[in-house]
């Protein structure tokens, strides 16, 4: 049966640009590539056709394909990140940071957020706003792995896909507890995303009517003298 837009699948993938991987689910592949993260969960992703969970491009490749489909995907600039826009490359006074600003540093302007310096001019500093990849044509091998169809799987997909972490959840009928990781609240990521989490997990996932976030602290044990 063909995959149709709405449908939760598990999905593998690895993105390049110019011959140079710069997103994968494959660990040993972002390891090859020298992207490798400690911090990110690898393996196929759960997300839902047609909500832009991956790139758009390859989000519209998905419907109508059929489970175990391997391939391989071109995405356009205007389906990727963009084309680059001039307009998002401006110039500030040097006084203006409170760092000394450098070639190749991730800065935060305000009014723009965040960019790349690309070049030091005297007293003036160049940042690029566009998305690194803008302008650029991908390409992505992909395989579906599987549909997935259990609400439970569905939500924990979310989670993990929003906030970059695995977490305690249980359902009971209708009613979904979701029990959180200590310090989670300091988290900037989960603050960022929670409340699409919860959106998504209603207007998503079949059949949740209530979402329950558990935050449990225990008190420290006290050392023996």
């Not at 489970?67 to 600039?77: C, H, I």
Request: charged share 30%.
């Amino acid at each position: 049966m063909a995959i149709k837009e709405g449908d939760f699948v598990k999905l593998s993938y690895t993105g390049s640009a110019n011959g140079m991987i710069f997103d994968t689910t494959d660990e040993d592949a972002a390891k090859a590539a020298d992207i490798h993260s400690t911090t990110a969960i690898y393996g196929p992703v759960t997300i839902c056709v047609g909500q832009k969970h991956v790139i758009i491009g390859l989000d519209e490749e998905l419907a109508g394909k059929d489970v175990g489909t391997e391939a391989d995907v071109t995405v356009l600039p205007e389906k990727a990140f963009g084309e680059r826009d001039l307009k998002k490359v401006q110039s500030y006074p040097k006084n203006k940071f409170k760092d000394k600003p450098t070639r190749g540093m991730r800065i935060n302007v305000e009014e723009h957020g965040e960019g790349v310096v690309v070049d030091v001019i005297g007293s003036k500093v160049i940042v690029d706003f566009n998305a690194p990849l803008a302008g650029q044509t991908l390409t992505y091998h992909y395989k579906i792995e599987e549909i997935v169809t259990d609400p439970l799987e569905q939500l924990k997909g979310l989670i993990r896909l929003y906030a970059g972490k695995d977490m305690e959840v249980a359902l009971d009928d209708s009613k979904a507890t979701v029990t959180l990781p200590p310090g989670i609240n300091y988290d900037r990521r989960w603050l960022l995303w929670r409340g699409r989490i919860i959106h998504e997990g209603f207007e998503l996932v079949n059949g949740i009517s209530e979402i329950t976030l558990v935050e449990t602290y225990k008190k420290p044990e006290k050392k023996e003298a």
